[in-house]
């Protein structure tokens, strides 16, 4: 009787996500998923018509994933990483027509040539950049605007109070930032930020050659 209520519970979203965090706090970087009011702000970033692929980082249980299909974007289009494997299940079972793959943003190159990806025209992330180490946010976001190759938009959310990539690592990756919305309905509130390449490119740290250009 007790493991079935357990069980049941474990099905809500919010403890799924709430025990997901007991486990691995720094990974998955807050205690329950985004609100539906910070999901379709983070959707309306995108451009539902243009051609090319949408990549989604930490999709977790599929809040934003929802919003993004909501939107318009085409389900084919659309390519979802997640570093945790129970949430991949989860995923594949919710959004059998999204691709889904298992992988860490931090090697992006290679779960999106698993996922057969074409020209990358977006990332939507969620990633909890605030959390993780310098070293590992300047890992995330040199792969990402790598895989955007000097084109095309990051959209971001934060809890915090300013950007969520610091302005010299911003300039350091050639992009620059703009908080597109706060959404105040939201637990806690957030806001949005849209990332574009910044015309003059990355200036590469003293001493580092330069970084190849990929398409994705
Ligand atoms: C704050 S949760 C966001 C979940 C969901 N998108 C939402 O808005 O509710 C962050 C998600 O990013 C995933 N994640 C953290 N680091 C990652 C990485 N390096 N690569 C891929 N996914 C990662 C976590 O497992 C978690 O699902």
């Known amino acids: 009787m007790i493991l079935e209520i ?10 799924r996500f709430f025990f997901h965090w007991l486990r691995k706090p720094g990974q998955v970087g807050a205690v329950a998923p985004s609100g539906a009011a910070l999901a379709t702000a983070l959707a309306a970033e995108i ?3 243009a051609p090319g692929t949408v990549v989604e ?6 809040r934003v994933t929802r919003a993004l299909l909501d939107a318009g974007i085409d389900p084919q289009e659309l390519i979802a990483i997640e570093r945790d494997a129970a949430f991949c299940r ?7 027509a999204v691709r889904i793959v298992s992988g860490d943003a931090r090697k992006l190159e290679t779960p999106l040539r698993r996922a057969g990806s074409g020209e990358v025209r977006a990332v939507v992330s969620s990633l909890p950049l605030l959390s993780m180490t310098s070293e590992h946010r300047r890992a995330v976001l040199s792969e990402i605007t790598a895989v955007l190759n000097g084109e095309g938009v990051l959209v971001q959310y934060t809890y915090g109070m300013t950007a969520p990539v ?3 690592l911003a300039a350091e990756l050639g992009v620059v930032g703009e908080r597109a919305n706060w959404v105040l309905a939201n637990l806690p509130p957030a806001s949005v930020w849209r990332y574009r390449p910044n015309g003059a490119g990355p200036q590469l740290p003293q001493g580092e050659g330069p970084r190849m250009s990929r398409a994705a």
């Open 6 to 15: 357990f069980r049941r519970l474990r099905r809500c979203d919010a403890l």
């Open 47 to 49: 451009d539902a018509e």
């Open 57 to 62: 980082l930490g999709p977790g249980t599929g």
């Open 90 to 96: 989860l995923l594949r079972e919710r959004f059998p």
């Open 166 to 168: 610091p302005p010299d």
